[in-house]
């Protein structure tokens, strides 16, 4: 059974915006599908008016993984981190032009990678799990021991 895709999905696949490491890069998140055996690390590199200049990622998975990480960092990038942390998985489908149902969990990886990246940088620069608004992150990205 052969899976529809958009051209929004198959050209972000195709041609993946935003892939890379960024060397000093100021949060970083992984995570990923034990399921699928999808990964996806995200990596911020956001300046003093908590502004994110660069964003890039690095995912091994399928099409859908590749597309859904791609158009997350064009959603996120050269905005506030307050806003990245309101991206949902929803959004990154509907920026797609939809997705198969059975890869709807790759939008969810997606959203999930950028908020532990963000999880990660107020961790780095100290600030206590209550102001990072640790309701968006996934568990573990905060380093609160209750949620390792």
């Known amino acids: 059974m052969a899976m529809e895709y958009s051209e929004k999905v198959m050209e972000h696949f195709a041609h993946p ?3 890379g490491v960024i060397e000093d890069a100021n949060g970083i998140g992984e ?3 034990a399921k699928c055996g999808d990964i996806m690390r995200m990596y911020l ?6 502004i994110i200049e660069d964003v890039k990622f690095q995912t091994f998975g399928c099409a859908s993984a590749i597309a859904t990480s791609s158009i997350a960092t064009d959603m996120i ?6 806003e990245a942390l309101t991206l949902t998985n929803q959004a990154v489908v509907e920026a797609l ?3 198969p149902a059975v890869k709807v969990h790759c939008s969810v990886l997606a959203e999930q990678a950028v908020k ?3 999880a990660d940088y107020y961790k780095n620069k100290g600030i ?6 640790c309701e968006h992150c996934p568990a573990g990205g905060c380093g609160r021991e209750e949620h390792q």
Do not use: F, M, T
């Open 128 to 133: 206590p799990c209550d102001d990072c608004l």
């Open 17 to 19: 915006h935003n892939v």
């Open 31 to 33: 995570v990923g599908n």
């Open 116 to 118: 532990a990246a963000v």
């Open 77 to 82: 990038k050269g905005k506030p981190v307050s």
């Open 97 to 99: 032009d939809g997705l």
């Open 45 to 50: 590199k956001i300046n003093e008016d908590e």
